[in-house]
């Protein structure tokens, strides 16, 4: 790390002065906006009492989950879909129009037959983040090399085996990136519903803070929402580093 | 972490979302949208009155009122409180809902907590200025714009001549300011608040015009519901009616209530009309919305009124 870190914040911290200042010489009255102090004490209002942890947990258990099936789904497509060619054609009409399907789209029909909850969320979560993991994977089986394949078929591997020991580490650096993509994407996806849709969580309490009109607690929301996605990406970031060591620097590095 | 522990983590989390959605069926969750149009359910709860009628109520906020037959279809709510317009447009979209009980409805003490409010610099005064002016609606389609409307037609105004665009409420005072729209068709508490600000002044009350006893907001649920727990909804009609009679008499206790169910602040609150509650809804009352839909071209069919509230 440099001794000039610091350089970076010099541009937010003028704006959220400045935006302060704004604020108070205006004395606005503002039903969307609030100045950065206010919303600073909103958010630890809301910290303290637990209700914005529960919302985050609430948050995080649908993103998880959601990022669990629909990228297992993915992976698992994935590899099929890259190693058995007559299969990737038969499925691409199907796959190619049911993919550009946006996710919030689909938000009636799943109230309807889901309800709200969880389950909900999960699903539209899931759907979300299964084609960037599908699509990632299946380059990646595509970008295996060669001679391994050719190794496993000299040396007879079962199907198994040659998934487990020569496709899957071959592959696992893309397909970490692609669970990185998928991540950013659930919590985004997550959020959106929430607000669109399912009273719980981030996004419910943006569109509850909204509505009660207290625009500080609801951009206090916003910020925190903020916070979360990057932490999350740094985790996932270190996560990479630590799991892959030099493979995964290399391959974020392309 | 190993791939193992991922697993199980996944395991978990699926283990407490479906135990989470689960909810016990014999309880009523009524599902409202942040308005005061629901403050009787929401007194009903915080008297006690529902728990005294032998019924477990929750309530929980809902964030669009179009997303409310949704809700009751999946049994997320049994009961709801959508606005006429909402409910006639899903019975007419096929979806089997009835009216259970009133819950607002216009009244002559109520018609100023809903106009349009226009900009200065917009020159509009009377409804014929609207032609051709930009209007933020809260929604289209919504209770507010459906009435927006139809003072605009009993004035000899078409509205498909003025451009409508959506715009929420906590919103309505900067769009407005930043001239992005002309005028916005809006309700308390926002209105009073436009125009302490400066922003635009009150070009119109389509409440004034319209007869009494207009509903805003009913309860509903479906069908099958309704036709299976007799004896909660007996129950339900005998709470709101009694918590009506407070919210009218006491409208300080509605606020305190609402305040509670809606996150509003009572500083917002302490200032503002509530809306009338009105427990009774008979056909008539339907009729006229529809009456005034088709006006607009809103329903595609004719629903059958005298089957649509719960005998």
Known sequence: ?254 | MSGLKVTALGVAMLAAAFTGATHAQTSINVGCTATTDCASAAVALSEGIFEKNGLDVTMTLVGLNSNIPAALLSDSIQIGGPTPSVFLQAVDGGLDLVAVAGASSTSATTFDTAGVVATSASGIEKPQDFVGKKVGAPGIGAFLQVLFSKWLIDNDVDPREVDFVEVTFPTMDDTLRSGAVDAVVTAEPMMSRIIANGTGQVAGYFLETLPERRPAIFYAATRTWADANPEALAAFRASIEEAADIVNENPDKGRQAIAGFTNIPMEVLSSMKLSVSDPQLDQEQLDWWVTTMNEQNMLQGSPDTATLIQK
């Open chain 1, 1 to 254: 790390m440099n001794s000039s870190w610091w350089k970076g914040l010099v541009v937010p911290a003028a704006l959220i002065a400045t935006a302060e200042v704004a604020m108070r010489i205006n004395g606005s009255t503002s039903m969307s906006l609030a100045a950065p102090s206010d919303i600073a004490a909103a958010l630890a209002a809301a910290l303290l009492d637990g209700s914005m942890l529960a919302a985050t947990r609430d948050t995080l258990i649908s993103a998880g989950a959601g990022l669990a099936i629909g990228g297992l789904l993915g992976l698992a497509l994935g590899i099929l879909f890259g190693l058995v060619r007559p299969v990737d054609h038969l499925m691409e009409v199907t796959v190619e129009v049911i993919r550009p399907v946006p996710s919030v789209a689909v938000l009636p029909i799943a109230l309807l037959v889901f309800g709200f909850g969880y389950t909900m969320e999960i699903a539209i979560v899931a759907f979300s983040c299964l084609w960037p993991v599908m699509i990632y994977t299946r380059s990646a089986m595509a970008g295996i090399e060669p001679r391994l394949m050719e190794v496993a078929r000299a040396l007879r591997l079962s199907p198994w085996a040659r998934i487990s020991k020569i496709v899957f580490p071959a592959a696992l650096p893309r397909i970490l990136v692609a669970f990185r993509l998928a991540a950013a994407i659930a919590l985004v996806v997550a959020v959106t519903v929430e607000i669109a849709i399912n009273p719980l969580g981030l996004g419910y309490g943006i569109l509850v803070a909204q509505q009660g009109l207290q625009p500080a607690l609801m951009l206090a929301y916003l910020v925190w929402i903020g916070i979360v996605g990057w932490s999350l990406n740094t985790l996932l970031s270190l996560a990479q580093q630590r799991l892959l060591g030099r493979a995964a620097r290399v391959e974020v590095a392309r």
